[in-house]
Each structure stands twice: as C-alpha cells, then as structure tokens.
C-alpha cells in the first residue's frame, strides 16, 4: 500500500474556491532506464489521478513517465456542499490506492 | 610501445562509440516531430493560438528529475465558457507527453501545479482546450543542467 497524501481544508464557505493537494509515494519508474547490467527497467508509473466530490467527478488527470516520483498535483474545486472527497490513483502493475478528505461547507 | 596518451585516446573512442551508436544523428528532428504529432493528436485540425494560457516554470532548471510546472488559463469557468482540459508536453523527452487534466465549470479556476521531469533544455508546451473548442498555447524556453534520464544517452 504506498502512502498518499491529500492535502483539503477542513472548512470552506459555500462557493469558495479551495486548493487541492495531493501527493502519492511512487517511483513513477519511466521504462527509460537501464540497469548497470544493460538490461531495460520495466516502466511502472501511475497513469491516472480521479477526483470525486460526493460522487460527482471534479477533476481527472492522466499522468505519463515524465511526471517526477512522488507525483504532486495542485488543482482547485468550487466547495459546493458538505461531504467527502475521494481520490483514486491507478497505474500500471494493478496500482490501486483511495484516499477520502471530508470538508465542511458553511 | 603505445604511449599512455595514445591509449586515453583509443580508450576515449571505445567508449565514446557504443553510447554515440544509440543516437541517431538526426534526434532533434525525431523529438521536434513526435512533439508535433503529440500536438496533432490533441489538438485535430483545430488551429492553436497563443495566449490565455500562462505556464510558470523556471527559466534555468539544475535538476531535471523534479521540475515545478504551474499552468494556468485565462477563463471564468462557468457552465457556459471554462477550460476542458490542460495538456502539458516537452519537446526534449523520450516522449512529449507530461500530464493531461480534464477540469469542469467546477474546478472555480483552471490551475494546475505538478512536478515534471524535463530531459534537456528546449521547449515547454501547455495547451488548454476550451469549452467552446478554441485551444490556446503557451511554449516557454528552459534551460536543464542536470537532466532527468541521462543515463540512457537518448538525449
């Protein structure tokens, strides 16, 4: 299970635009590089982030060999009503993690 | 009697070769054209146009592997005018491709910040993909000395 980090405020007021953080523990491996031995490092990366609020997807990212390990991404969403967030990151060798913030709108 | 420069010499072409045979001559060409075919896949027959979008990323990057990219686009993000998509590509890696991000009238802004990694200096290309089916571009010139992937001699 790699270790993820999502970064929500805890409260927002109605229709507050709020940063959203996330950052995921991934060697994010290109399938570039050789080991000392010439042999080709299979690629293992996370290919997808998906964001939903409430159920409702807000924002969905594809990721490719050149993001940086540990890949970090900033975006924003409008805080529209109280409940969860739920972030999903997918990628290659069956890579599977979810991650829930909740937020309280007022 | 080989003499100690004679030989640095012919150990520097040994080695010097294989790495140089992984290289076809004309790599530039190959980068900027899949660059441009990434680009077409994208974007169709539609025409780009510059400006909207603003990419703030260092001018001289010292380490390749972990470069902080910031892409934001001019728009109100409504129901009716917001951006659909951020795409993010370079020209000098293996592949174009670093990020593509669909966003909605309810993301409140169109901002995204992630952390590529960029191979070699040259361009930086973002395009936004409007509501409306209008794409704007912005291409920012780097510089890399320690480049991501180096050990693979592709660049």
Known sequence: ?106 | MISRRHFLLLTGVAIATPVKAQLPPNIAEIRKAALQEAIKKVIGDAQVRQGKVKVDIPPLIDNGNAVPVTVEVESPMTQADHVKAIHLFTERNPQPYVFTAHLGPRAGKARVATRARIADSGDVVAIAQMSDGSFWSESVKVIVTLSACLEEGLI
């Not at chain 1, 805890?10 to 570039?32: C, D, N, Q, S, Y």
């Not at chain 1, 890949?71 to 069956?94: H, I, K, M, Q, Y």
């Open chain 1, 1 to 106: 299970m790699a270790r993820v980090v999502v970064n929500v405020p805890a409260e927002a007021k109605k229709g507050e635009v709020i940063e959203i953080r996330t950052l995921a523990g991934h060697p994010m491996e290109t399938g570039f590089r050789r080991t000392q031995l010439g042999e080709l490092v299979p690629r293992d990366i996370i290919r997808s982030l998906v964001c939903s609020y409430n159920g409702v997807e807000v924002f969905r990212a594809e990721l490719h060999p050149a993001m940086a390990a540990n890949p970090l991404l900033t975006f924003t969403t409008v805080a529209t009503e109280s409940g969860t967030l739920e972030f999903r990151w997918s990628g290659d060798n069956g890579f599977s993690v979810t991650e829930k913030a909740s937020i309280k709108v007022v």
